[in-house]
């Protein structure tokens, strides 16, 4: 079975400082991961996915993440966070086997604040 | 421009009344989901199908069903026997399990309200 854990689910940063947001999976066989982002009163829109490529997954604004098997992490980052990244991400995982396969996982999501 | 579509953005209705949701994809995906999303408890899956004329059971399907007569509609139908159907819903589409990845891809959300 595949799930998802996003540590955190309140980040506040400032204006121009790093942002992380951290997710965990557990997966039987080798993952695919999506990063979502919600703005208020919206559908989710895809920020990036891995796809077994490259480990560094660069996706769109200027957020990028990383695979790293070793720690069953997919913590996605922006080296400068501004204050339209205010928003609720998701992290999910692609759901495989007999209860889930076609499905999507998703964590609970994490809130991000960026203040002035 | 292809994307999905779900109408309307919010909705009211009495207790007790039936109400369905659309959703519509022009994606020509064979794959669609409805999620319903509250306060602090992420994304739910109440239904999803991979193919027309089929369909599943998600984690939260008590009180909604759905229809998939046609690949590009899922419409929704939220029933009185759903004991607090005020929720955020979500539809969503993929290009379904053959798919490498099979990221899904979100339309605008309805937002229902039962008075």
């Known amino acids: 079975a595949q799930s998802v854990t996003q540590l955190g689910s309140h980040v506040s940063v400032s204006e121009g400082a790093l942002v992380l947001l951290r997710c965990n999976y557990s997966?039987?066989?080798?993952?695919?991961l999506f990063w979502y982002v919600q703005y208020p009163n919206q559908g989710l829109q895809l920020l990036l996915k891995y796809t077994s490529a490259a480990t560094l997954v660069k996706g769109i604004n200027g957020f990028e993440a990383e695979f790293k098997k070793s720690e069953t992490s997919f913590h996605l980052t922006k080296p400068s966070a501004h204050m339209s990244d205010a928003a609720e991400y998701f992290c999910?995982?692609?759901?495989?086997?007999?209860?889930?396969?076609?499905?999507?996982?998703f964590g609970q999501g994490t809130t991000l604040q960026v203040k002035p | 421009d292809g994307g999905i579509t779900q109408s309307p953005k919010y909705l009211f209705r009495k207790e007790g009344q039936n109400v369905t949701l659309s959703c519509e994809q022009n994606?020509?995906?064979?794959?669609m989901y409805w999620y319903r999303q509250d306060p602090g408890q992420g994304l739910r899956l109440i239904y999803y199908?991979?193919?027309?004329?089929?369909?599943q059971k998600g984690d939260i399907a008590e009180g909604y069903s759905v229809s998939r007569e046609k690949k590009e509609s899922f419409p929704l139908t939220v029933t009185s026997a759903q004991k607090n159907p005020t929720a955020f819903y979500l539809c969503?589409?993929?290009?379904?399990?053959?798919?490498?990845?099979?990221?899904?891809?979100f339309g605008p959300g309805t937002r229902l309200t039962v008075l």
């Open positions: 999910a995982v692609r759901g495989f086997g007999s209860s889930n396969t076609g499905k999507l996982i």
């Open positions: 997966s039987s066989v080798p993952p695919y």
């Open positions: 969503a589409s993929s290009m379904g399990q053959g798919a490498i990845a099979n990221e899904q891809f």
């Open positions: 199908s991979q193919i027309v004329n089929d369909f």
């Open positions: 994606l020509n995906h064979d794959a």
